[in-house]
């Protein structure tokens, strides 16, 4: 299983609409790459490693597929609206990384 990680680091000023991105982002890039998403987690960021430090993310997106060929039929087709889609919540450039999980579900 592989899980394309969507992470979005924490910037002074920058623009975070969790309600568009929880409430329309995220069921629409669901809706888009169909029955090749196994799962879907988002997380926001609360606080660094340190006490008082704040979060390196604001927010973090983990969607897990079957492996990369399974992701890249399911986002290729969709690309350009799914990314045209961001700056409807953020003023923040993710960083994707797509992993391959050794420990877990």
Known sequence: MIRVNVLYPRKDGARFDWAYYTGTHIPMVGRK?????????VEQGIA??????????????HLSFESVPAFQAAF?????????DIPNYTSIEPIIQISEVMVGP
């Open 76 to 84: 290729t087709p969709h690309a350009t609206e799914i990314m045209a």
């Open 48 to 61: 660094g490693g340190s006490p008082g430090a704040p979060p390196a993310y604001v927010a973090m997106a």
């Open 33 to 41: 790459l169909g029955a090749a998403l196994m799962g879907v987690s």
